[in-house]
């Protein structure tokens, strides 16, 4: 099983529509949960981190379930601006604790296309 | 602030050929990182670095080395280029214990022919 696995896409959706997107993790003892926007040919950036009570930001929500190991990201009212793909990034706990807490474990993304 | 700068933006290597990518932050930040993004899959870590003077393998550190002498610039070199390494480079860098927000440069887009 990959450490971090999303739907494959693309995700071809009209403006105004509501759209999911779903991630698995294999690492039971994973720390912390972000989602990152990356825009074609430009770097990641950081959309939102994942709170196990859930958190929103704006007409994003993001929803975690430790027991499942499962992290969703729901963006309402989509606009054009929207197109990007999304990736479901994940923290491991390492076992010694060392330099590499703070590693993040990146899934393949989904792209979405918002179209008018 | 220019946060983190990669020089080059584009770069086309001959096989066998070396080169350095360089990385630089602005933001005082411990940790560095390097992935490589091949198309349709996600980053993957070759090296990393807590601190200067301290540098680490990631997940694909072969055919790569590295080296941190200062805070602020953490360089990725290439020695004997194979087709292989063909990506496109990103650097990041994060500040320590926070949320772990990492926070990247505009990325370096190597092919070697």
């Known amino acids: 099983r990959k450490e971090v696995e999303q739907d494959p896409g693309p995700f071809n959706v009209p403006e105004g529509a509501t759209v999911a997107f779903n991630c698995t993790y294999s690492?039971?003892?994973?720390?912390?949960f972000f989602w990152y926007r990356q825009d074609c040919r430009k770097e990641p950036k950081l959309l939102m981190s994942?709170?196990?009570s859930g958190n929103e930001d704006g007409r994003f929500t993001a929803q975690l379930n430790r027991a499942s190991q499962y992290i969703s990201l729901l963006i309402r009212d989509s606009k054009l601006s929207d197109s990007a793909t999304y990736l479901c990034?994940?923290?491991?706990?390492?076992?010694?604790?060392?330099?590499?807490?703070?590693?993040?474990?990146f899934g393949k993304g989904t792209k979405l296309s918002v179209k008018p | 602030n220019a946060g983190v700068t990669q020089t080059p933006k584009f770069r086309i290597l001959k096989i066998g050929q070396s080169m350095t990518l360089q990385c630089t932050q602005d933001?005082?930040?411990?940790?560095m990182y390097w992935y490589r993004q091949d198309p349709g899959m996600g980053l993957k870590l070759i090296y990393y670095?807590?601190?200067?003077?301290?540098?680490d393998k990631g997940e694909v550190p072969n055919g790569y080395n590295v080296s941190r002498s200062t805070t602020e610039d953490f360089p990725l070199r290439l020695e004997l280029a194979a087709p292989s390494q063909t990506s496109v480079y990103f650097c990041?860098?994060?500040?320590?214990?926070?949320?772990?927000?990492?926070?990247f440069g505009p990325g370096t887009r190597l092919t070697v022919t």
């Open positions: 990041a860098s994060r500040e320590v214990g926070g949320l772990y927000e990492q926070y």
């Open positions: 690492n039971s003892a994973s720390q912390s």
């Open positions: 994942v709170y196990s």
């Open positions: 990034v994940v923290t491991p706990r390492p076992v010694n604790y060392g330099g590499s807490q703070g590693n993040l474990i």
């Open positions: 933001m005082n930040h411990n940790y």
């Open positions: 670095s807590v601190g200067a003077g301290i540098t």
